[in-house]
């Protein structure tokens, strides 16, 4: 095999993405509070953005100043754009400490013919420190958690017999279930003192007494019975139950009711008192964070029976760029660096800008399509929601089916039937006998309406669901009907039966 070595040229066509498109591609994916930050961000990387406050005169980008001849700003090749980031730019132009001293000295010229420019005022940095110290003051406390209450009783025990630092060892070793899963014989041997397995298991007791009840625990089993008391209704045949969980679980009454010679009555008795025992006593103490949904649009009936749509502006500053820099940029005595410097943050600022808006105006038409399609479902309910794919709305907006894709993630609106995500709106669905389209959420409706009235002593199985539903007009294999039931978290005919006393 011969191996030359040479030059060639040949044409090819390739799909170049433009770092423009990619930023307004970012900037419409982004939820609301994260476009927030995003802007935040810009705000503190770009000297050329500023924000609008209330009653500003200043006119800036996209509104040109009219200072006479119109300032050129020409876009720097992209392919430096890709070379050189904003982050090397500003490490070159600080390079120069003289260009940024003619930058200063433009900028204080200018200052004084600009009196319109926006300077904080001593109320609105007042009004500032105010904010802070309300959020201050109402940050929640740090939660109470478990050890914390458990370290709280300790004062009011025996403390001749009981081995303090030892129980505070074991209630460090607490999962959040409030279980102890570490084996006594290690606990033994990594306490910092000489105790023996039986102080242990003495200490053990001690910990099982504290409140909440349960705490302590090795398996489920030991912490319900931990939690059965003298007061607890039927306490020996709730006893009895706790060794047969999994029969409950898979509703084997009769095979309870054989083992335990118990009538069916109690048996239904005395479950309804194990249900109300906690398994995991510890986790009423665990922190659960949760998550504010902050919809992007709202939607509205006005009066003539239509639907307004209006998106949500109220978290994301109004940003320009402010006519001085234009100005600065259009002075022939500044350095070369440093108006190179100001014209690649005026371009920046400017696509920001421009992608800002155009997020707006997609998803503004993206909603606007979705609301039209799914009227049903803003006037009666969620189950009148149509079979919706992404592509449609795509056809009717005019735009790739990707851009849809990008608008709606995770984005969510405010309707009057409530809070949803806008992918809510989508998804797929069948024909029904008539050949009327009809989407898969509103078969799971009818499917939870057909187990709601079922007779409960005798549930339907997942074939009698599959003919039920046909006989409504909605024709379904019997393996969606399994896959919805288990999505909606229905159990089996059998985990369903209500065995008669």
């Not at 001849?69 to 050189?84: G, I, R, Y």
């Not at 500003?90 to 433009?106: C, L, N, P, T």
């Not at 109320?123 to 458990?150: C, G, T, V, Y």
């Not at 800008?353 to 969620?382: C, M, N, W, Y």
Request: charged share 30%; with cysteine.
């Amino acid at each position: 095999m011969q191996l030359n070595l040479g030059t060639s040229m040949r044409t090819e066509l390739a799909q170049v993405i433009s770092p423009r498109m990619i930023q307004s591609m970012e900037i419409l994916q982004l939820p609301v509070m994260a476009l927030q930050e995003r802007i935040e961000h810009e705000l503190q990387e770009n000297p050329v953005l500023e924000i609008r406050e209330a009653g500003s005169e200043d006119e800036g980008y996209p509104n040109e100043p009219e200072l006479g001849e119109a300032v050129e700003v020409p876009e720097p090749p992209e392919e430096a754009l890709l070379e050189k980031p904003d982050e090397d730019l500003v490490i070159d132009a600080k390079s120069g400490e003289d260009d940024f001293k003619r930058m200063e000295a433009i900028n204080e010229d200018w200052s004084n013919y600009f009196d319109e420019e926006s300077r904080p005022s001593a109320n609105r940095i007042s009004e500032e420190m105010d904010k802070k110290h309300d959020a201050m003051a109402n940050m929640a406390d740090r939660p109470q958690s478990l050890q914390d209450f458990l370290d709280e009783q300790l004062p009011y025990l025996d403390t001749e017999i009981v081995n303090l630092d030892l129980l505070r060892y074991m209630i460090s070793h607490l999962d959040e279930r409030g279980y102890l899963t570490t084996p006594l014989e290690d606990i033994r041997q990594s306490f910092d003192g000489e105790v023996t397995i039986q102080q242990v298991e003495e200490t053990l007791e001690d910990l099982q007494g504290l409140d909440p009840l349960g705490v302590g625990a090795r398996t489920v089993e030991e912490c319900l019975l931990l939690q059965i008391t003298r007061d607890t209704p039927h306490r020996d045949v709730v006893r009895a139950l706790i060794g047969h969980l999994e029969d409950i679980q898979h509703n084997r009454l009769p095979l309870i009711q054989k083992q335990t010679g118990c009538d069916m009555k109690t048996l239904h008795e005395a479950i309804e008192v194990l249900k109300h025992l906690n398994p995991k006593p510890g986790a009423q103490f665990a922190t659960n964070s949760v998550q504010y949904v902050i919809p992007d649009i709202i939607v509205e009936k006005n009066d003539q029976n239509e639907y307004d749509i209006r998106l949500v502006d109220d978290w994301t500053p109004n940003i320009y760029i402010s006519r001085r820099y234009f100005e600065m940029l259009r002075d022939k005595h500044s350095d070369d660096k440093a108006r190179e410097f100001l014209q690649r943050k005026i371009q920046s600022a400017k696509w920001l800008i421009d992608a800002i808006e155009q997020r707006r105006s997609t998803l503004k038409k993206v909603t606007r399509a979705i609301i039209d399609h799914q009227r049903a479902f803003l006037d009666t309910g969620p189950e009148c929601i149509e079979p919706l794919k992404m592509q449609q709305i795509a056809d009717v907006v005019g735009v790739h089916v990707t851009t849809v894709s990008r608008a709606v993630d995770d984005k969510w609106v405010q309707t009057p039937r409530g809070v949803f995500p806008l992918k809510r709106f989508f998804g797929g669905g069948t024909q029904t006998a008539s050949g009327e389209e009809v989407a898969w959420e509103t078969i799971k409706q009818k499917l939870l309406d057909v187990i709601g009235n079922e007779d409960k002593e005798n549930p339907l199985s997942d074939e009698d669901l599959v003919t039920k539903l046909s006989e409504a007009g909605y024709p379904v294999a019997r393996r969606t009907v399994t896959k919805y039931r288990k999505m909606l978290g229905i159990q089996s005919s059998r985990q369903r039966k209500v065995w008669a006393e």
